[in-house]
């Protein structure tokens, strides 16, 4: 127990950065305490707690004890870790060799291992094993950018080695071939330097891709003055530069005088589009853009991408305010196109554009067509909703009122379901429920379930469910396990699903992956696995809320209560609300980063919490990395979701509309709806941000399912 609280503390230690003491601690709990069963562990946070301190030498030694001890599990990670302290240390040789014996252990793919053995190489100016590495890497290669990253270090080493021709070889490949890379960029700044020729329109390209849109209008407009028999690409992407650099009627007159001039060009159909979407998005001319892509399908009617453009006419005359105009182009898709997934979509919103338009009769009969139509409880519900608020603002209030019985009946745990139960008892929308009981123990509740899932699934009496049996043999539940207890918490989450699919029929073994990953704190996997296995017992959505609590309460979770508590107090927010908006969020998942850059459980961005924390004081000291601190990011995305609340004026749509896409497209929204909530939803032209709303609400309604308790 004390060398398991010294590893804790070390590693507290280590998050704070604090990598002195974390050092001194992992060394106490590896030399002054007897061996074990986190000794291997000790050894490997104190190679890290040494490369942090750079102390690379002592970090190679530490990661190589753990692989004494621990061999066979993480093998191709640790001595990855140990080449690279080995290579920070100088000793390119040792690293050659670490980075060799992860290539060995590792059953993934080993591109970046075999880069980092050529940069070694490099490093030690080993330069003619370097050139065949990289050689290798390039030939082998399928990948543009990876073949124009050789590309730039062979060139650099044969301009090391004097060889100035081979090495502008290599970057004029990469400029032909690669403009979308950013190393062809840095070729391509070479070669200019050295005065190297370079063809004007590929330059222009990499220019572009690179950013550089300025040199890029000038490439492209050299490549047309020499060339009168030129490619239209040229004209297509100076068009875009120009567009990038925000002189739009440049970009327009260049888009317009390749579709006059290049009737033939690959680009072609690509010009019209752009065109109609720099009119549109830039200089707001709704009614040209619209007219545009209606001219393109004047000449091109059997175009393959017709269902999209003529959806795409209706979006533009949406967004110009042209309602009527919209609904009908949106109504004869379903018409000329009936079975175009895409033409489904249009006939529903040409139902919110009549009604938009207080245009009630046919905005009702688009609803009920849409109704006929659908093939799922989830349509037929949202046709019902509208077709019920058609008949209110008709004064039919009975009608209405019969409409949303249907559709709640019909959907009763999904959006439009949910939403019409609240319209019928007149109830605000993620409210969450008065009266709840946040109080639970899985350990009372685990024997019931044990009981419920033997009779299930015939499991003998002699079966063990608390042990991992089996599974604690299974190679990728180990790596998953270790790795999770390393930090490496993606990697772990990653093999820990990919172990639950291939569980997915076996009941015993999926229970104990479930218990496990909850004890681990592994979310996700025991969220997803607590599903599956209600779903192998036969059990509907809606009777899966009747299985036994110690399901529902890891599928719905309580998962850092006492922060959510907390910080819901201290925002005057509903915690169930708090709950699901993390559910929606990350799953649970503390250590998450979006492709956008948000951070942690509530995904906040950076700028956001450094906002916040300017704003309000707290918490002090503040750094980007501590948005993976749970306290941190539950506290300070309570405070946004607070704020946006209070901004909004207690409107949730808007608030979580703010939260998802931010104040300013919410408002744009909220103006549109006049205060109508439903259609403050349907006008949300991001699906992303519709579909977050819509889960929100789905997991409120779960969540308040679960553990609301009626006087």
């Known amino acids: 127990m004390q060398a398991i609280a010294l590893l804790g503390i070390g590693e507290t230690y280590f998050q704070e950065g604090n990598f002195t003491e974390a050092a001194d601690t992992f060394r106490t709990l590896?030399?002054?305490?007897?061996?074990?069963?986190?000794?291997?562990?000790?050894?490997?946070?104190?190679?890290?707690?040494?490369?942090?301190?750079?102390?690379?030498?002592?970090?190679?030694?530490?990661?190589?004890?753990?692989?004494?001890?621990?061999?066979?599990?993480?093998?191709?990670?640790?001595?990855?870790l140990r080449g690279d302290a080995l290579m920070s240390a100088g000793d390119y040789e040792r690293a050659i060799q670490a980075y060799q014996a992860a290539m060995q252990a590792t059953q993934g793919d080993t591109l970046s291992l075999q880069i980092k053995i050529g940069e070694a190489y490099a490093a030690a100016s080993d330069f003619t094993n370097a050139l065949t590495q990289f050689l290798k890497i390039y030939e082998t290669s399928t990948n543009d950018y990876i073949k124009a990253q050789m590309n730039l270090r062979i060139g650099q080493i044969y301009l090391q080695l004097g060889y100035p021709e081979q090495a502008y070889a290599r970057f004029i490949d990469s400029v032909n071939n690669f403009p979308r890379a950013y190393d062809s960029y840095s070729g391509l700044v070479a070669l200019v330097n050295a005065g190297q020729p370079v063809n004007e329109l590929q330059r222009g390209l990499v220019d572009y891709y690179a950013g550089q849109y300025?040199?890029?209008?000038?490439?492209?407009?050299?490549?047309?003055?020499?060339?009168?028999?030129?490619?239209?690409?040229?004209?297509?992407?100076?068009?875009?530069?120009?567009?990038?650099?925000?002189?739009?009627?440049?970009?327009?007159?260049?888009?317009?005088?390749?579709?006059?001039?290049?009737?033939?060009?690959?680009?072609?159909?690509?010009?019209?589009?752009?065109?109609?979407?720099?009119?549109?998005?830039?200089?707001?001319?709704?009614?040209?853009?619209?007219n545009t892509l209606k001219a393109y399908l004047q000449q091109v009617p059997a175009a393959p991408d017709a269902v999209e453009i003529r959806f795409e006419i209706?979006?533009?005359?949406?967004?110009?305010?042209?309602?009527?105009?919209?609904?009908?182009?949106?109504?004869?898709?379903?018409?000329?196109?009936?079975?175009?997934?895409?033409?489904?979509?249009?006939?529903?919103?040409?139902?919110?554009?009549?009604?938009?338009?207080?245009?009630?009769?046919?905005?009702?009969?688009?609803?009920?067509?849409?109704?006929?139509?659908?093939?799922?409880?989830?349509?037929?519900?949202?046709a019902w909703l509208w077709i019920g608020k058609c008949h209110l603002v008709n004064g039919n209030s009975e009608e209405a009122r019969q409409a949303w019985q249907e559709a709640a009946s019909?959907?009763?745990?999904?959006?439009?379901?949910?939403?019409?139960?609240?319209?019928?008892?007149?109830?605000?929308?993620?409210?969450?429920?008065?009266?709840?009981?946040?109080?639970?123990?899985?350990?009372?509740?685990?024997?019931?379930?044990?009981?419920?899932?033997?009779?299930?699934?015939?499991?003998?009496?002699?079966?063990?469910?608390?042990?991992?049996?089996?599974?604690?043999?299974?190679?990728?539940?180990?790596?998953?396990?270790?790795?999770?207890?390393?930090?490496?918490?993606?990697?772990?989450?990653?093999?820990?699903?990919?172990?639950?699919?291939?569980?997915?029929?076996?009941?015993?073994?999926?229970?104990?992956?479930?218990?496990?990953?909850?004890?681990?704190?592994?979310?996700?996997?025991?969220?997803?696995?607590?599903?599956?296995?209600?779903?192998?017992?036969?059990?509907?959505?809606?009777?899966?809320?009747?299985?036994?609590?110690?399901?529902?309460?890891?599928?719905?979770?309580?998962?850092?209560?006492?922060?959510?508590?907390?910080?819901?107090?201290?925002?005057?927010?509903?915690?169930?609300?708090?709950?699901?908006?993390?559910?929606?969020?990350?799953?649970?998942?503390?250590?998450?980063?979006?492709?956008a850059g948000a951070y942690g459980l509530l995904q906040l961005m950076p700028a956001t919490a450094a906002d916040l924390v300017s704003r309000y004081g707290w918490p002090p000291d503040f750094k980007e990395q501590d948005l993976l601190n749970p306290m941190v990011n539950i506290r300070l995305g309570a405070r946004y979701l607070a704020l946006q609340r209070d901004y909004f004026n207690d409107n949730w749509y808007a608030a979580l509309a703010a939260y998802n896409a931010g104040p300013g497209n919410a408002k744009i929204w909220l103006d549109l709806a006049g205060g109508d909530p439903d259609l403050f939803l349907e006008i949300i032209r991001y699906p992303e941000t519709q579909n977050y709303i819509q889960q929100v609400a789905e997991f409120l309604e779960l969540y308040t399912r679960v553990y609301e308790r009626r006087p």
């Open 410 to 595: 019909l959907d009763p745990l999904e959006y439009y379901g949910i939403r019409a139960k609240q319209l019928l008892d007149n109830s605000p929308p993620f409210s969450g429920p008065l009266n709840y009981d946040l109080g639970y123990d899985l350990d009372l509740e685990r024997p019931q379930a044990e009981r419920w899932l033997r009779e299930k699934f015939n499991i003998l009496p002699e079966e063990d469910l608390r042990d991992l049996g089996v599974l604690a043999e299974n190679p990728t539940f180990q790596r998953a396990d270790l790795l999770w207890r390393l930090g490496y918490y993606i990697a772990a989450r990653n093999l820990f699903e990919t172990l639950r699919q291939s569980l997915e029929n076996d009941p015993v073994n999926l229970y104990r992956l479930m218990n496990h990953t909850l004890e681990l704190g592994a979310y996700r996997t025991a969220i997803f696995a607590a599903r599956r296995l209600l779903d192998m017992a036969g059990l509907t959505p809606a009777q899966t809320l009747e299985a036994p609590a110690y399901f529902n309460h890891i599928r719905f979770g309580l998962y850092y209560k006492p922060i959510v508590m907390e910080a819901a107090t201290r925002e005057n927010l509903h915690p169930l609300l708090l709950f699901s908006l993390m559910r929606q969020e990350s799953f649970f998942e503390s250590f998450v980063q979006s492709s």
């Open 314 to 382: 209706g979006r533009i005359l949406e967004r110009g305010g042209y309602l009527t105009e919209a609904a009908a182009t949106w109504e004869n898709l379903i018409n000329d196109y009936p079975s175009a997934d895409l033409s489904y979509r249009a006939l529903f919103l040409a139902g919110i554009a009549y009604y938009r338009a207080q245009k009630y009769p046919q905005a009702l009969t688009v609803f009920q067509r849409f109704l006929v139509l659908g093939d799922t409880p989830a349509d037929r519900a949202a």
């Open 214 to 290: 300025g040199y890029a209008v000038e490439a492209f407009t050299r490549y047309i003055k020499a060339n009168p028999e030129h490619e239209g690409k040229a004209h297509f992407y100076r068009a875009l530069s120009w567009r990038a650099l925000g002189n739009y009627p440049e970009a327009v007159r260049e888009l317009q005088e390749l579709i006059q001039t290049h009737p033939n060009d690959p680009l072609w159909p690509n010009a019209w589009r752009e065109l109609a979407y720099t009119q549109w998005a830039y200089l707001e001319t709704y009614d040209a853009a619209a």
């Open 30 to 80: 590896v030399e002054e305490h007897p061996p074990s069963t986190v000794t291997p562990e000790g050894y490997f946070w104190l190679g890290r707690a040494y490369s942090a301190q750079g102390d690379y030498l002592k970090a190679a030694d530490a990661y190589a004890r753990f692989l004494e001890l621990r061999p066979g599990v993480v093998d191709d990670l640790v001595q990855t």
